[in-house]
């Protein structure tokens, strides 16, 4: 069975801080998704790493994937309030074929 | 990105009666959608993958009878709450997989079973 664990599950912050949230999973998947997602509303893809050693930025938002530690990571910025959201790490176990096994979310919260 | 809609996007309903939420992709062709289950505060849950022209494939738990789905056409797949309950209660979510691409998600449909 696939398991994708998120940590950490809550974060609060300041703005103009940084942080990492950690996403790990135990499959030999090598495609990793990031989404976000407001209240009430559904997800927005935020990047979908490919192979490892994959590095996306967009922003203040950097996702990283490291296959063989099955390891995403997802680093912000110098944070910003308009970046609270919770944030989902998912996996496919065959190239989007198969539906997607998320993590529990990173519920962010940053405060002025 | 591609485009995926739901149909209706809240809808509340009586104990005991059926309801049909619909997923189309708007601009491409999806021989497979999903359908996922998102109770309050958690995570999104894989309910079942629906092919096109062929039967659905349920997740562990995911009761067939239930949760009927129908993927009649490449840019429609439509899930049927039957006889719903107040259990049944959360938002809904379905996902049409663009070959060579990835999964587009759709708005989402709330329901509220009273």
């Known amino acids: 069975e696939l398991k994708v664990e998120q940590n950490p599950l809550f974060l609060s912050m300041q703005e103009g801080k940084n942080y990492t949230i950690y996403c790990n999973y135990s499959t030999t998947s090598d495609r990793l998704y990031w989404y976000r997602q407001d209240p009430g509303k559904s997800l927005e893809s935020l990047f979908v790493l490919l192979s490892n050693g994959a590095v996306k930025q967009e922003g203040r938002l950097m996702a990283s994937l490291d296959t063989k530690a099955r390891l995403s990571t997802l680093h912000i910025t110098a944070a910003v309030h308009d970046l609270s959201a919770t944030y989902f790490c998912a996996v496919d176990d065959r190239r989007g074929a198969d539906g997607l096994t998320f993590g529990k979310g990173t519920h962010l919260i940053i405060q002025p | 990105g591609a485009v995926v809609s739901q149909h209706p996007s809240r809808v509340i309903c009586k104990s005991g009666t059926s309801v049909k939420i619909e997923c189309r992709s708007l601009?491409?062709?999806?021989?497979?959608m999903f359908w996922y289950r998102q109770f309050p505060k958690q995570s999104l849950m894989l309910m079942a993958t629906s092919n096109e022209g062929s039967k659905a494939t349920y997740e562990q738990g995911v009761e067939k009878d239930k949760f009927l789905i129908n993927h009649a056409s490449l840019t429609l797949s439509t899930l049927t709450v039957t006889s719903a309950h107040p259990e049944d209660s959360s938002f809904y979510i379905c996902?049409?997989?663009?070959?060579?691409?990835?999964?587009?998600f759709g708005p989402g449909t709330r329901l509220l079973v009273l």
């Open positions: 601009d491409f062709q999806a021989t497979t």
């Open positions: 996902s049409a997989f663009r070959q060579g691409e990835t999964q587009y």
